[in-house]
């Protein structure tokens, strides 16, 4: 039973393609996040959501939007797609912070982006 | 501007022994430090993480050292086995209104010889 899921796993596609990515969590948390690694397998945030509102936006263009219809559903749509845009995505959540631990964070198993 | 780093991209360690991760980083405001783990095909997964008012944490066989005026933390596995080949990749976080910002390293591969 996975906690954190995103479909699809793998996807390529055309430059120029529109293209949805999305995830869902069964944990319970208020926030989830996206995160992108690159081909020099940095990971890096791309964006939060709290409870449904955006919380982080880091400098990502415009062309990726993130959408949350509710708190344990959080998708990336990506209009245009760019060969750069190549990269796993992986989505990830956790439960309000605890002073004790701090806030664990949950990822999925990523989504594979290939643009040719 | 890489705010966390890990300079060994590799390491390669006798089974039994104990393996030591490194990692660096510049900025005094986070708050907890975690280790992931990553095998090939999934996504991290949460190793132990330290407060940044902590100097130690200690879980079974893994122990997270945080050295704030170094700004440097390890982790330290011992025994290692063979099941703890992979990549681990060190963060750091800032919470942002309930939120937590995970910068991480770029990782550095772990491999157990038996």
């Known amino acids: 039973d996975t906690a954190v899921s995103q479909t699809p796993k793998y996807l390529v596609t055309q430059m120029g393609n529109d293209k949805s990515i999305k995830c869902e969590q069964n944990?319970?948390?208020?926030?989830m996040y996206w995160y992108k690694q690159d081909s020099k397998k940095f990971l890096k945030i791309m964006f939060s959501?709290?409870?449904?509102?955006?919380?982080i936006n880091e400098t990502v263009p415009n062309r990726f939007s993130p959408k949350s219809p509710d708190k344990a559903h959080l998708n990336l749509h990506i209009n245009s797609l760019e060969l750069g845009d190549s990269a796993v995505y992986f989505c990830?959540?956790?439960?309000?912070?605890?002073?004790?631990?701090?806030?664990?964070?949950?990822f999925g198993e990523g989504s594979w982006l290939t643009v040719v | 501007d890489q705010q966390v780093k890990q300079n060994s991209p590799s390491l390669s360690v006798q089974e039994g022994r104990i393996s030591i991760l490194n990692c660096d980083y510049t900025?005094?405001?986070?708050?907890?430090f975690l280790w992931y783990k990553k095998y090939p095909a999934e996504g991290p997964t949460f190793l132990i993480s330290?407060?940044?008012?902590?100097d130690k944490n200690e879980d079974g066989r893994f122990t997270v050292f945080l050295n704030k005026s170094a700004k440097h933390l390890s982790l330290h596995i011992v025994p290692s086995q063979p099941g703890d080949s992979a990549v681990y990749f060190c963060?750091?976080?800032?919470?942002?209104?309930?939120?937590?910002?995970?910068?991480f390293g770029q990782g550095t591969r772990l491999t157990i010889n038996p």
């Open positions: 900025n005094s405001m986070f708050d907890y």
């Open positions: 959501y709290n409870n449904k509102e955006l919380i």
């Open positions: 990830a959540s956790s439960p309000l912070p605890r002073s004790s631990s701090g806030n664990t964070i949950y």
């Open positions: 944990l319970g948390h208020d926030t």
């Open positions: 330290i407060s940044s008012i902590k």
């Open positions: 963060a750091a976080s800032a919470t942002i209104q309930g939120a937590q910002k995970l910068v």
